[in-house]
T-cell receptor
Framework: DGGITQSPKYLFRKEGQNVTLSCEQN?????MYWYRQDPGQGLRLIYY???????QKGDIAEGYSVSREKKESFPLTVTSAQKNPTAFYLC??????????????FGAGTRLSVL | GQQLNQSPQSMFIQEGEDVSMNCTSS?????WLWYKQDPGEGPVLLIA?????ELTSNGRLTAQFGITRKDSFLNISASIPSDVGIYFC??????????????FGTGTRLLVSP
């Protein structure tokens, strides 16, 4: 089945540790996104990528890093510089601008907690 | 970052009742989207609206794109227990660069009593 796969579902981070969240899609979408969701709030954009080997900061990029070496994959690293990393992280991808797939589809999310 | 004003924040209703929620923005959007999120899952698209004034239905759900392009509403008729979840609106701006940025509402939490 086509879709977006995020792993792991749950992740724990120790103080000072970097952790990487995986996002893989087999929808052949060019654009991919990472969002952070906190309780009672909407989704906030961390990073986005419109094409392989290119990515841009979103509204809350500090303490995070990404890479886009393959079209299918857009991993997010939560670095030790992110002082409040506990949140639900959502990855999304979007199809071509000039098509019916010009909609963002989301993965099932990764819940990150600090030990 | 900008967020949309979504109301109400939460609703607790009886099964069979109709529900209405809305979203307002200070900015104009060229697309409005409504998503539903179940606990511990990612949002799932319910309805997409592309034209001002557009009224679109998806089963028991009906959504409208406001004439001013600054608001949208979602109605759910004859609610059932599986309608429980958080409903998010999202507006997409007019960028012509190909970068599609969504601005999300703060969500409406719906609880349905059997």
């Amino acid at each position: 089945d086509g879709g977006i796969t995020q792993s792991p579902k749950y992740l724990f981070r120790k103080e000072g540790q970097n952790v990487t969240l995986s996002c893989e899609q087999n929808l052949n979408h060019d654009a991919m996104y990472w969002y952070r969701q906190d309780p009672g709030q909407g989704l906030r954009l961390i990073y986005y990528s419109q094409i392989v080997n290119d990515f841009q900061k979103g509204d809350i990029a500090e303490g995070y890093s990404v890479s886009r070496e393959k079209k299918e994959s857009f991993p997010l690293t939560v670095t030790s510089a992110q002082k409040n990393p506990t949140a639900f992280y959502l990855c999304a991808s979007r199809g071509p601008v000039r098509g019916i797939e010009n909609i963002q589809y989301f993965g099932a999310g990764t819940r990150l907690s600090v030990l | 970052g900008q967020q949309l004003n979504q109301s109400p924040q939460s609703m607790f209703i009886q099964e069979g009742e109709d529900v209405s929620m809305n979203c307002t923005s200070s900015s104009i959007f060229n697309t409005w989207l409504w998503y539903k999120q179940d606990p511990g899952e990612g949002p799932v698209l319910l309805i997409a609206l592309y034209k001002a004034g557009e009224l679109t239905s998806n089963g028991r759900l009906t959504a409208q794109f406001g004439i001013t392009r600054k608001d949208s509403f979602l109605n759910i008729s004859a609610s059932i227990p599986s309608d429980v979840g958080i409903y998010f609106c999202a507006g997409r701006d007019r960028s012509n660069t190909g970068f599609q940025k969504l601005v999300f509402g703060t969500g409406t939490r719906l609880l349905v009593s059997p």
